[in-house]
């Protein structure tokens, strides 16, 4: 038997999401357009790799007032205009991490963009004040996504 309050503080999900007004082919082609997030994205300002399953990225991660990390998640899923599912083990096995970005089709040619991130592990106890500031970097993350596409599309409009 294990005691449920010990595994919850072992196991900790971000959800954070945002409504774009473009459809998901759209919002897909600028979210893999990975060369473009340093003009957009403070948070996660470099990806570079090839994204196919099995792959391994190479991301640098800024969260709001800790010094940037670089990760090396393998990308374990990709669903073309709906999901991308990477993470890896870091540390070990003391701390794992998984990452998917879903794009959700609305009406009226919108998208919703969430991210989920689950932290699993014993590290989580100790990381607390790094997951709030990644909650709130997602945040920022998602509204510099919506701006990026939407003023993208209204510039394209325009022209």
Known sequence: MHNNKTYSRLYRVLDTCIDIEAPPRIVWEMLVDFK????????????E??????????????????????FKPEVYLVNKYEEILW???FLGVVYRV??????EPLPEGKTRFRQIERFRGPMVL????MI????????????????????????????
Do not use: C
């Open 36 to 47: 473009s997030w340093e003009l957009w994205n403070e948070f996660i300002p470099m990806v």
């Open 49 to 70: 790799g090839n994204l196919r399953i099995g792959e391994h990225m190479r991301i640098k991660v800024v969260p709001p007032g800790l010094k940037p990390m670089i």
């Open 87 to 89: 993470g890896g083990s």
């Open 98 to 103: 998984d990452h998917a970005f879903l794009l």
């Open 126 to 129: 100790l990381m607390g004040s």
């Open 132 to 159: 709030k500031k990644t909650e709130i970097g997602y945040h920022q993350m998602n509204l510099a996504f919506k701006k990026h596409v939407e003023e993208k599309i209204k510039k394209n409009d325009e022209s």
